[in-house]
């Protein structure tokens, strides 16, 4: 296992339009997060799935964004109508099954989409 | 809303010196991780700590969690400057699995 994959690894697109990212996590984790980090902040938290259920979404994720993970592998993550402040990296994670009352031992994450609207 | 706190949020140091950084809440958390990350990747887990008082090593880093898991700190002996980067501290929220990031601390060791 190459551990997670992300596609693509930079993007520039124009104001209004609309970008998908991909992210294959670890094929033995049930589990994957998005996140946004912006210059000199940390990650902020988007969403989180466990096998295909979405069953987490940060009130920073507006109508504009949208996320699947339809077979319970890979996800996308899709923004509508490109705004200048959507401009950041994009990080996927994923991490393994938790068992009861087991704690969140960390993730590991991919390498990232760096989004550049113009 | 659980938050955390990193301070210093920059440090410079020589080559061969010793520093912490230090990771701070109001709130506890259940687990705590330590990252580092280099520009243009995604952050590397380092630690998870999950006791109240709990010292873990890693080669010349020291991590320790707070009695209270409420804060945790991180020592460096002897930088490299290969221990460049960005580290950042992470919490497991409590009641939950999502994990929240503080804003980091940027180290640059220099030759």
């Known amino acids: 296992d190459t551990g997670v994959s992300q596609d693509p690894r930079h993007k520039i697109t124009k104001r209004g339009q609309n970008v998908t990212f991909r992210c294959d996590p670890i094929?033995?984790?049930?589990?994957l997060y998005w996140y946004r980090q912006t210059l000199g902040q940390g990650p902020e938290f988007l969403t989180y799935?466990?096998?295909?259920?979405?069953?987490?979404k940060s009130r920073l994720l507006s109508d504009r964004f949208s996320a699947e993970r339809p077979k319970g592998s890979f996800s996308t993550l899709e923004i509508q109508r490109t705004e200048q402040g959507d401009s950041a990296m994009y990080l996927c994670?994923?991490?393994?099954?938790?068992?009861?009352?087991?704690?969140?031992?960390?993730?590991?994450f991919g390498s990232g989409t760096r989004l550049t609207v113009v | 809303t659980q938050l955390l706190e990193q301070s210093p949020q920059f440090l410079s140091i020589q080559e061969g010196e010793n520093l912490t950084v230090y990771c701070n809440s109001s709130s506890v958390f259940s687990s705590l991780q330590w990252y580092r990350q280099e520009p243009g990747e995604g952050p590397v887990l380092l630690v998870t700590?999950?006791?109240?008082?709990e010292v873990k090593k890693l080669k010349r880093l020291t991590f320790q969690f707070g009695d209270a898991r409420k804060d945790s700190s991180l020592h460096i002996t002897a930088a490299q400057t290969g221990d460049t980067g960005l580290y950042l501290c992470a919490g497991g929220e409590t009641g939950g699995f999502k994990t929240i990031f503080g804003a980091g601390t940027r180290l640059f060791v220099k030759a």
């Open positions: 094929s033995e984790h049930n589990r």
């Open positions: 994670a994923s991490s393994p099954p938790i068992k009861t009352k087991q704690f969140n031992y960390g993730y590991t």
């Open positions: 700590v999950v006791t109240g008082g």
């Open positions: 799935f466990q096998n295909e259920a979405q069953l987490e």
